[in-house]
DNA sequence: GCATCAATTGCAAATCATTCGCAACTGAAT
DNA sequence: ATTCAGTTGCGAATGATTTGCAATTGATGC
């Protein structure tokens, strides 16, 4: 999550718990993988991180899903194939973008947004409803440029 | 393309024959198809539109990242996992952005583009070189509205 | 505590988009 | 017409993500 410290595992249990969903260990232990990274992790550094026999690739695929429809996670799309997904603070909705460099794949995350007058004349201009945005930026960073 | 009136295949064949590589029966029709499309197009959707027996789906494959590699054509991301391409049009970079409806899937070019001055002050804060971005808009068309 | 049952997991097989190896083929230049 | 690098068609390999299914396990009520 990107809005400041780090949520309790109690908070994320209960929305969990809210939903009539079960709090496992695989769950558990991917909450806590990703209240401690600030980063967007991808489901395979996610099982990396899980301890061995923590659970399977395909439980945390489940997981990510799942919390993702909770509005739970953000998933990022860095357009390499591979979705990311980062926790997002309670009451938040976690819309913020990247800054990935394209060498080392190092992120950076960005404050600045799409200005919202202009996204909403483009809903109105077109006639859209319910208009969003998807945006990141690429870039070399500093270590990178030698 | 989105910068106005179809481009000459000539043009195209042209561009291609000067990089030395070959004006072949498959990539005259993938070139032809994406000169009568105004919108981007999936490597299966020209699939779909090359005459049977036309060419095979890794030959487009191929020719699109070809295209690619000669800026002839710009690879854009709506975000469900297929990636879609656009003729480009000579000494145009064919930066631009979409409004995607999430219910039809349809598609409306988008002239507006994030703030330069905006991208260059997160360039500059970050020390990053080269920023560029990815930039594409969703909501539901008029249409789907009902 | 313990039974109960829906939610969940592990594992393997199935999908999907995309890439690759390779032998056969074909433009383009001579 | 000859020649050869660039291309194609196929089928097999990848990689990410999803799914079927039987076995497990939280959460709830007693």
Redo the contacts with the bound molecule.
Sequence with gaps: MHSGQKQELASLTGR??RE????????AAILEILRHHPHPL???EIFAELPKG??????I???M??LEKLGMVKRFDFGD???RFELVGEGDDGHHHHLICTRCAGVVEIAECFPEEIERRIARTNGYAGVTHRLEFFGICPDCQQ
Aim: proline fraction near 4%; charge should be positive; hydrophobic fraction near 25%.
């Design positions: 969990l718990r009539s969903r079960k709090i496992t260990g695989p769950r991808t489901n395979k923590g659970g399977d690739l395909a439980t695929y489940r997981a899903q799942l194939g591979t979705a």
